[in-house]
């Protein structure tokens, strides 16, 4: 079983609509979560760090459920601009004995906001 | 802000020649990674180090290795290239600690011919 999954869409949105990405992870030892973006033919960059509390970055609110291993991502109010593939991204914290911050990436889900 | 520079952008090289990427960051993060990336497969980790002169095997080490002779600079050298070591490859790091996110660079998008 993998150790991150999520849809890989894509999704296609008109502009100003509201979009969910939802992600699983397989080890209920993760302790760290996170929201990447990738633009076409660049780097992975952080969206935002997903709390157990819950946690909203402007028009982004991002979840986290311990109990169902479950991450989500919402996008209200879409624009041209979030076109993008957005990764979900664990921690395990520890791996082979040590603290290494190895991190987990889903594949990736596209988005696509359309005018 | 964190940077980490890959030497190159995009690279041209034959099959069979010693291929050698280069990564340098600027935090005195501990731990470095080598990744590539292929469309429909995602972000798959190659390599890692979490000290210098320290490495472990990732997910697909074959056919290549790592160099990390300095706290700041982590090498991927392959070894023999082939074709299907094209690909876009990636190099990340972060401190100690196990909960922070890595900071990524730009990415060398590498064609074997």
């Known amino acids: 079983r993998k150790e991150v999954e999520q849809d890989p869409g894509p999704f296609n949105v008109p502009e100003g609509a509201t979009v969910a990405f939802n992600c699983t992870y397989s080890?209920?030892?993760?302790?760290?979560f996170f929201w990447y973006r990738q633009d076409c033919r660049k780097e992975p960059k952080l969206l935002m760090s997903v709390y157990s509390s819950g946690n909203e970055d402007g028009r982004f609110t991002a979840q986290l459920n311990r109990a169902s291993q479950y991450i989500s991502l919402l996008i209200r109010d879409s624009k041209l601009s979030d076109s993008a593939t957005y990764l979900c991204?664990?921690?395990?914290?520890?791996?082979?004995?040590?603290?290494?911050?190895?991190?987990?990436f889903g594949r990736g889900t596209q988005l696509t906001v359309w005018p | 802000d964190v940077k980490v520079t890959q030497s190159s952008r995009y690279l041209v090289k034959r099959t069979g020649e010693k291929v050698f990427l280069e990564c340098v960051q600027d935090m005195d993060h501990e731990n470095m990674f080598w990744y590539r990336q292929d469309p429909g497969l995602g972000l798959r980790l190659i390599y890692f180090s979490y000290d210098v002169k320290m490495k472990e095997k990732g997910d697909i080490p074959e056919g290549y290795s790592v160099s990390r002779e300095k706290k700041e600079r982590f090498s991927l050298i392959l070894e023999s290239a082939s074709t299907n070591q094209t690909s876009m490859y990636l190099c990340?790091?972060?401190?100690?600690?196990?909960?922070?996110?890595?900071?990524f660079g730009d990415g060398t998008r590498l064609s074997i011919l």
């Open positions: 080890n209920s030892a993760s302790q760290s």
């Open positions: 991204v664990v921690n395990r914290g520890y791996y082979r004995g040590s603290t290494l911050g190895r991190l987990y």
């Open positions: 990340a790091s972060i401190s100690r600690g196990g909960n922070q996110p890595q900071h």
